[in-house]
């Protein structure tokens, strides 16, 4: 008991410092951040027109005029509103008048090759051209138009991230060039681009990278601007924006962080000199129990975690200086910034995790072991219900994105599709856009869908958890479950610290003595004569309440335990007896 006691409070000091370290990591200013920098370039729209922006480019020619107009705006805005210069310094913009951009923005498309799909022989006659879709077999790496301009021409791969899009995950090379620090030389290359075609047929994405650093609040802005070109036809726009805090030792908050990292690989360490113990303790058996399944799951994701912080911590190091050299140049923080990211994902995994250990250590009291009883007494139960479960709602997922695919946004892939009804049994859906599908089966698969899943599997769902924690209660309440040691040992505390009242003897051994008892047994003789029997109608019978036999109960195991206690006191007076003879 005292063992486990001290594991628990070293367990709360281990989740103090994890919640510190991951708090501070984060703040809201990078969600500030994200939101006025996504605000300037996705929502500005072109010069005379209200609706064009980047979200809504549906055209090559509303790319071009968004390349010509907010993007540019947007990067180079040196003057305040009244027309002055705002900052005297040289071959820098400052976005929003506080975010420094780094460097120069990046330009980059990756293509297909012609003849790239099979065509049906009857429409061979018709297609001279023939672009499929983007994958890495498929990629044109040739030069074409201008070919003694740099933007014409195929740079290999620099690095092993991948970006994976809407249609397809793309590779990190392609046809790039960078934007001169100039607005007005910047506005003539995009001119001469368009002019000579550089987005062709077979281009099949475009992104636009930049980044920012903001030294108000110490943070990078990584942005990357995605817009695909389906084999479909049409542009698809999409977006990533990175926060992050690259240059973390800085103030002495920081400091203080970085002390409860080095606290929190001591723990790391001990717990696995622990584990490795009770290993060699338990063997086979140690690997039958949940909570030690969960602690190899928590510190394997600490270690990982650990790593890829390393990692990241190395990498920036050694590469921000060179990244914040290149002036006239792409600095490619994109790399730091997805590292950064998995990172905090990483740590927000496993901070939930060691949040769920600590059901581990508060079982002891009756409503977290009712609570735990229950889950585990209902677990098979819900096995067989959750596999009846998912064959009704996969066949429901694999109907509506036959019949709705094609029309309807919400069915148009199978994932959608089992999104999609996750969100109708929560009570979001349109049942609209289903109706205008399929006037037939869009009504029929929604009412059907509503009163199987809704009505009587979700309802199954909550009676069989209802029906098992029934039963937990009742045991608790007969007195079946006893409590555990460290319950007692906690009660036993709190009353020698005056903080309860304690029992006097006569209460722990028993509920009530004999004399009770009689006057017990009599009350029950009246009630029972009184409930079941008439003197005025002969075998007038009414049926027992459950209140009632649950009371019965009770009574009767409560005077099982009474005779129980006399017993043994007998046994041992006998065996005083028969001593004392010899």
Request: charged share 20%; glycine share 4%; with cysteine.
């Amino acid at each position: 008991i005292r063992s486990t006691l001290q594991e628990l409070l070293i367990y709360i000091i281990f989740l103090i410092d994890i919640c510190i370290l991951t708090f501070g990591m984060v703040s809201s200013n990078m969600y500030y951040l994200n939101k006025v920098i996504a605000t300037l370039f996705l929502e500005t729209s072109v010069p005379e027109e209200d609706r064009t922006n980047f979200k809504s480019i549906s055209t090559i020619t509303e790319f071009w005029k968004f390349m010509e107009g907010p993007l540019l705006e947007g990067l180079y805005s040196d003057s305040w509103y009244n027309a002055e210069v705002l900052y005297q310094l040289k071959n820098t913009s400052r976005i929003y008048y506080e975010n420094v951009l780094l460097g120069v923005p990046r330009v980059r498309q990756l293509k297909v090759r012609n003849n790239s799909c099979i065509v049906y022989p009857k429409f061979q006659s018709l297609m001279d051209e023939c672009f499929d879709r983007y994958t890495i077999k498929n990629e044109d790496r040739s030069d074409f138009g201008p070919r003694q301009v740099p933007e014409w021409k195929y740079s290999p791969s620099t690095s092993s991230l991948k970006h994976w899009g809407v249609f397809g995950v793309y590779d990190n090379g392609g046809y790039m060039f960078t934007l001169p620090v100039s607005k007005t030389e910047a506005k003539k290359k995009f001119t001469f681009l368009k002019l000579n075609s550089w987005i062709t047929r077979g281009t099949r994405v475009i992104f636009i990278d930049f980044s920012l650093y903001n030294a108000n609040v110490n943070l990078f802005c990584v942005i990357r601007l995605v817009a695909e070109f389906p084999a479909v036809g049409g542009v698809l726009t999409s977006w990533n924006f990175y926060s992050v805090k690259l240059l973390r030792y800085v103030t002495y908050f920081d400091y203080f962080i970085a002390s409860c990292e080095i606290i929190f690989c001591i723990f790391i360490i001990n717990f696995i000199v622990q584990e490795i113990k009770k290993m060699k303790e338990y063997k086979y058996a140690y690997f039958k129990s949940f909570w030690n399944l969960l602690e190899l799951l928590l510190l394997s994701l600490s270690l990982l975690a650990i790593s890829i912080n390393i990692f990241r911590t190395s990498q920036a190091y050694h590469l921000l200086g060179q990244l914040l050299e290149k002036t006239q140049e792409y600095p490619d923080f994109y790399f730091l910034a997805c590292w950064q990211i998995r990172y905090n994902d990483m740590v927000a995994v496993n901070i939930f995790f060691a949040w769920i250990k600590i059901f581990r250590f508060i079982s002891f009291n009756k409503t977290m072991s009712q609570l735990s009883t229950t889950l585990s007494r209902c677990v098979k139960d819900i096995i067989g219900f959750a596999i009846m479960f998912f064959i009704i709602f996969f066949a429901y997922a694999q109907l509506g994105y036959l019949v709705f695919g094609s029309q309807v946004d919400d069915f148009s892939t199978f994932e959608n599709s089992i999104f999609t009804q996750f969100r109708i049994v929560l009570g979001d859906f349109n049942f609209a856009n289903i109706e205008a599908a399929n006037w037939v089966l869009g009504p029929t698969y929604f009412i059907t869908f509503i009163f199987f899943v809704f009505f009587v599997l979700l309802n199954m769902f909550l009676a069989i958890i209802n029906d098992a924690y029934s039963e937990v209660k009742t045991d608790y309440s007969i007195g079946r479950r006893q409590e555990s040691e460290l319950a007692n040992q906690i009660k036993t505390t709190m009353e020698k610290l005056k903080l309860k009242k304690p029992q006097t003897k006569g209460q722990k051994v028993c509920y009530f003595n004999e004399i009770e008892s009689a006057k017990q047994m009599k009350k029950w003789k009246e009630r029972l004569e009184q409930k079941y029997y008439s003197s005025e109608i002969p075998d007038a019978y009414r049926p027992v309440t459950q209140q009632e036999f649950r009371e019965l109960f009770l009574f009767a195991v409560e005077l099982e335990k009474e005779l129980h206690y006399v017993s043994t006191k007998l046994n041992r007076v006998m065996k005083r007896i028969s001593a004392r003879k010899t």
